[in-house]
């Protein structure tokens, strides 16, 4: 374990907390060390149907890109993760799932933070109507057979880490 000798907050809005830590190491070393705080994460996987997905196209700013991806966000505070992604679903896709199943928790960022990111399955889904909330205003919802992502992702055409890891959980067979 290292021991913490200096604890800094330098930055903080509603979705992170950024510090600067002095910490001295096992082997005595003392040393800067930059990590943040973030809310967990809820990234669902919705089924139309067997083969067939509910995916969204996004506007993510630090890239720069419209990326293709899974429904996910942030937990709320005293939210439960499961509730967060029924919450998400309907926000970002306008579907409502008869049932959700946990599927797995990763750490997304080991060296710079401790967020987790929980995978669920949307089953038996209901269309009702998107309720975007404020930075959502521009999501396109698409359905997508689960071959064609695949296809998409032998081109290297799926960019974002959480959909990856969230095909491979959810789609790829690994838990049938």
């Known amino acids: 374990d290292w021991k913490i000798i200096q604890k800094e907050l330098i930055f903080r809005n509603p979705w992170i907390e950024l510090y600067q830590d002095k910490v001295k190491t096992r082997t005595g070393k003392v040393m ?8 967990d994460v809820a990234v669902i996987v919705p089924f139309l149907e067997k083969d067939n ?3 969204i196209r996004q506007y993510r700013y630090p890239l720069g890109k419209v990326l293709l991806e899974f429904p996910a966000g942030h937990i ?26 946990y599927m797995y928790t ?3 960022s080991v060296s710079k933070s401790s967020h987790l990111v929980y995978i669920f ?4 889904l209901i269309e009702e109507k998107a309720n975007h909330d404020g930075g ?7 359905i997508i057979s689960v071959e064609e992502l695949e296809n998409m992702i032998r081109q290297r055409r799926i960019k974002s880490a959480g959909t990856l890891l969230a095909y491979l959980i959810c ?3 690994i838990f049938s």
């Open 106 to 108: 990763y750490h997304p």
């Open 136 to 142: 959502e205003d521009i999501i396109r919802t698409e």
């Open 171 to 173: 789609c790829s067979g």
């Open 53 to 55: 997905l509910v995916m």
């Open 32 to 39: 800067d060390y930059t990590w943040y705080k973030s809310s």
């Open 121 to 124: 399955r949307a089953c038996d």
């Open 76 to 101: 709320e505070y005293g939210e439960a993760a499961a509730n967060t992604a029924k919450r998400e679903l309907l926000e970002e896709t306008g579907y409502i799932a008869n049932r959700i199943e």
